[in-house]
């Protein structure tokens, strides 16, 4: 994606008075801005408030973003551009990873913030990657079909069908690509050991019945944000400001009316910098020693991150688990030599070394990596027709029986992976 402005910029809208207080409202995933509309006419007697739409997302142009950090940043350059330096923000759902990510990066721009619906982790990485597999596959339908019963209650959903059929309908008009790229952007995200460092009173709201984001999440934010309280909203899912209009309306306006301080104290002083004392000659071979150990310990570090993006966390955490004395230095070779240093060079990229990686394995018949690569293929972005091609063409070269037993490892893995759940 290109540096240029309107790259950067997110859709957006303003609704209140000019002079007010900024509030900004951000979107879950899937969702456009009008998830707030119920909100809007409330809010609006306090603050200026700002909606914006997540790339790929109503209008917004499919510019993908696959981190909370990428999304933050064009939320501040959008909030740049409109000449907005300070705000509170109220997030849901991956809008709420987004006002994390604000609150920790920008914290002298942020006032006050309010999570909703909302975690320190959402779920596992692996499941979202595997939802991008299932996209790729099959396009966003059975997701968007899915989505009632993730959103809201049973009773909700029965009550209102129009309100069930926009959430359907929305999912369907996102961009694929913007869809998985926030997926990554969810698999990416973990605050657990970050939480700490949000500096601004928080309110953390919670659906008393929401499945995807329990009340359990909820209050391990507010056990780990120093300055932060729970909400439980009842009778209430996922999509809580949608569900429970009222309730979450009242509790945004108590909570940004009495948080809002504007600061006139300028950024801290910046800490002295000391130069270190260069190493004495008799220290120079310790300190040798200990930069290559160092460099050691990064690649395994960067082999094992990349590795668990790959192969996924199951796999990486069942062969932790099966590793002794034994094994212990093989498995560590493997993951600072193959994905700290060959998987993290810069020449080519994920896709095409899983081209190559299916290629080798099946010409060396090496049928049980070929079935792991081919999960890991997918959540690089094959589809199953590019992994058709490989294979086929992997016949023209190394055999037709290499090639009938690697199609059929890769059949069966594509089918367990791309069928959508129930």
């Not at 142009?61 to 909370?68: E, G």
């Not at 570090?301 to 966390?313: N, P, Y």
């Amino acid at each position: 994606m290109s540096d240029a402005t309107p790259a950067k910029m997110l859709q957006h809208r303003t609704d209140g008075p000019d002079e007010a207080p900024v509030l900004v409202l951000g979107p879950a995933l899937g969702t456009t801005w009008h998830m707030w509309d119920r909100q809007i006419p409330e809010l609006t007697r306090h603050w200026r408030v700002l909606r914006f739409d997540l790339p790929g997302h109503g209008g917004s142009p499919a510019h993908s973003a696959d981190s909370t950090s990428g999304l933050a940043e064009r939320l501040l350059h959008t909030l740049d551009t409109l000449g907005i330096e300070r705000f509170g923000y109220a997030g849901c759902s991956l809008g709420g990873a987004i006002g994390v990510q604000l609150a920790l990066a920008a914290p002298q721009r942020v006032t006050s913030l309010a999570l909703v619906s909302s975690s320190p982790r959402f779920s596992t990485p692996d499941s979202w990657r595997q939802r991008g597999v299932v996209i790729r596959t099959n396009g966003l339908d059975p997701i968007a079909r899915s989505t009632p019963e993730r959103w809201f209650t049973d009773g909700f959903a029965t009550a209102q069908p129009a309100i069930v059929e926009w959430a359907v309908q929305m999912v369907r008009t996102t961009d694929p690509g913007c869809y998985i790229a926030a997926c990554e952007a969810f698999a990416a995200f973990d605050a657990t050991h970050s939480l700490g460092g949000i500096g601004v009173p928080t309110l953390v709201v919670a659906g008393s019945e929401d499945q995807l984001t329990p009340p359990a999440e909820a209050r391990a934010l507010v056990a780990g944000i120093p300055d932060a309280r729970l909400a439980l909203v009842p009778g209430a899912s996922h999509l809580t400001p949608v569900e429970q209009p009222g309730a979450v309306t009242d509790l945004l306006i108590r909570h940004f009316t009495t948080t809002w301080q504007e600061s006139s104290a300028g950024p801290p002083a910046p800490a002295p910098v000391i130069a270190p004392s260069p190493p004495q000659p008799a220290a120079v071979a310790e300190l040798e020693s200990a930069e290559r150990a160092s460099l050691r310990t990064d690649s395994y570090d960067v082999g094992m991150k990349v590795r668990r993006e790959v192969l996924g966390d199951a796999h990486v955490d069942r062969v932790t688990e099966e590793t002794d004395d034994f094994t212990s230095d093989f498995q560590h070779f493997v993951t600072r030599y193959a994905w700290g240093e060959a998987w993290t060079r810069p020449g080519i990229d994920r896709r095409t070394r899983s081209v190559i990686t299916l290629t080798a394995l099946a010409s060396r018949g090496h049928f049980d990596e070929l079935a792991l690569h081919t999960r890991a293929a997918l959540r690089n972005g094959l589809t199953p027709d590019e992994i058709k091609e490989v294979l086929l063409h992997t016949g023209v070269y190394c055999g037709v029986p290499v090639a009938n037993s690697a199609f059929a490892v890769a059949q069966r893995v594509i089918r367990e992976e791309t069928t959508p759940e129930e």
